[in-house]
């Protein structure tokens, strides 16, 4: 992964995405969220909370304050809009979005890692969250191809406890949607 982005790239590709999920929170006000989801462990709340503790996670690589984590009595709709805001903010300071950090992946730029792996894991949970709770499941498709290009050649890396698991062989003449979610361990 040595191609970098630009952190007006970053922050656009990253606002739309997480635009798609905070919508699908949001429609989820006041309601329960112990629906069960693709990631068997977990309940709608427990996903939520792996995102905003993702979210929590890159920003403090960036330097900075990070968001506030999901508590048990918080609200995902209060919580989620805050992380969303924390990564923005931090992306629209240069010099923070041009600072290299650490990543599972390799050392790259603040805005590479939002860009690429944040918008892949906000994506991915994006579905997860509309399967479990009725909604929405369509996925912007040109973010499908950049994810799937992005996952295809870390394949292994990506598997295993707390991560993606086994990719399941998708149907003849799946679309890209369903290519992207049975390569990530999802059942369509």
């Not at 970053?10 to 629906?35: K, N």
């Not at 693709?38 to 709608?44: K, L, N, R, V, Y």
């Not at 209060?78 to 650490?102: G, I, N, T």
Request: glycine share 6%; hydrophobic share 45%; charged share 20%.
């Amino acid at each position: 992964m040595t191609d970098s982005m630009t952190p007006a790239e970053a922050s656009r590709r990253y606002a739309h995405i997480s635009d798609g999920l905070e919508i699908r929170v949001f429609a989820l006000a006041g309601q329960a969220w112990a629906a069960g989801t693709p990631c068997t462990e977990w309940t709608a709340r427990d996903l939520i909370s792996h995102v905003i503790a993702v979210h929590h996670q890159f920003v403090a690589m960036a330097g900075i304050e990070p968001p506030a984590l999901l508590g048990p009595d918080d609200e995902p709709d209060m919580v989620f809009p805050a992380a969303r805001e924390a990564v923005l903010q931090a992306l629209s300071d240069q010099e923070l979005a041009e600072k290299v950090v650490e990543s599972p992946f390799g050392p790259m730029t603040f805005a590479t890692l939002v860009g690429r792996i944040l918008v892949a894991d906000t994506l991915i949970h994006t579905w997860d969250l509309a399967r479990a709770t009725n909604q929405d499941e369509k996925l912007d498709p040109q973010a499908v191809t950049a994810t799937m290009e992005l996952l295809r050649p870390l394949d292994q890396s990506i598997r295993g406890e707390g991560m993606f698991g086994p990719r399941i062989e998708p149907a003849p003449g799946a679309d890209e949607q369903t290519q992207l979610l049975n390569y990530c361990g999802r059942e369509v």
